[in-house]
């Protein structure tokens, strides 16, 4: 079992950067590929970012391509979303996960943190 907290939201103007974290519970940590995704108010969660369990591989939504980095620290039981260049429709709720390598779904969710990007 994981518990994941996010952390790192607020208020931020278009062109600002933030950076999200997301705490997880567990020795297990590493274990597990790790995924951002977001929900923006009237519209479905959606993916963001995904990284692996090592960190060696990551991939984008190509929304967010070139703007945002996931990363990850093992030894901190941690995943990070570094969000630059933000914009207006980035404004979300950003929800972490965590997914068992062997699996195509998300097991795990952290209860969310927001993102919004005035103009």
């Known amino acids: 079992q994981v518990q994941l907290v996010e952390s790192g939201g607020g208020l931020v103007q278009a062109g600002g950067s933030l950076r999200l974290s997301c705490a997880a519970s567990?020795?297990?940590?590493?274990?597990?590929?790790m995924g951002w995704f977001r929900q923006a108010p009237g519209k479905e969660r959606g993916f963001v970012a995904r990284?692996?369990?090592?960190?060696?591989?990551?991939d984008y939504a190509d929304s967010v391509k070139g703007r945002f980095t996931i990363s990850r620290d093992n030894a901190k039981n941690t995943v990070y979303l570094q969000m630059n260049s933000l914009k207006p429709e980035d404004t979300s709720v950003y929800y972490c996960?965590?997914?068992?390598?062997?699996?195509?779904?998300?097991?795990?969710w952290g209860q969310g943190t927001q993102v919004t990007v005035s103009s």
């Open positions: 996960a965590a997914r068992y390598p062997s699996s195509t779904t998300y097991s795990y």
């Open positions: 990284i692996s369990w090592s960190g060696g591989y990551t």
């Open positions: 567990g020795r297990t940590f590493s274990t597990y590929a």
